[in-house]
């Protein structure tokens, strides 16, 4: 199954911050939307943002806006999320995947690739 991997995680202070990656080996992501989500111990999964197939429409859930910022790079087959002004509620599992949108609907592939953790700690 074509499943997108999220990498870049880490221990993180509160204030920090980090860039996440994603990639995939086996598709075209220019072609595709794409989407972060987060999920951590025991709750569900939510989305953190999108971008559209051409970079240029963006959207993030309420509590990163500001601070988080989703962006690709469809030469290197990349997207990314620059994630700074990290708070300890950021702490979670953030997977990518492909997206269809229609903000504040996002629907998901049902393929999900590992995870990258998250940890906000002082």
């Known amino acids: 199954e074509v499943q997108l991997q999220a990498s870049g995680g880490g221990l993180v202070q509160p204030g920090g911050s980090l860039r996440l990656s994603c990639a995939s080996s086996?598709?075209?992501?220019?072609?595709?939307?794409v989407g972060w989500f987060r999920q951590a111990p025991g709750k569900g999964r939510e989305v953190v943002a999108t971008?559209?197939?051409?970079?240029?429409?963006?959207n993030y859930v309420d509590s990163v806006k500001g601070r988080f910022t989703i962006s690709r790079d469809n030469v290197k087959n990349m997207v990314y999320l620059q994630m700074n002004s990290l708070k300890l509620e950021d702490t979670a599992v953030y997977y990518c995947?492909?997206?269809?949108?229609?903000?504040?609907?996002?629907?998901?592939?049902?393929?999900w690739g590992q995870g990258t953790q998250v940890t906000v700690s002082s």
């Open positions: 086996d598709l075209n992501l220019y072609s595709y939307a």
């Open positions: 971008i559209d197939s051409g970079g240029s429409i963006t």
């Open positions: 995947n492909v997206v269809r949108v229609r903000w504040p609907r996002v629907h998901a592939s049902n393929a």
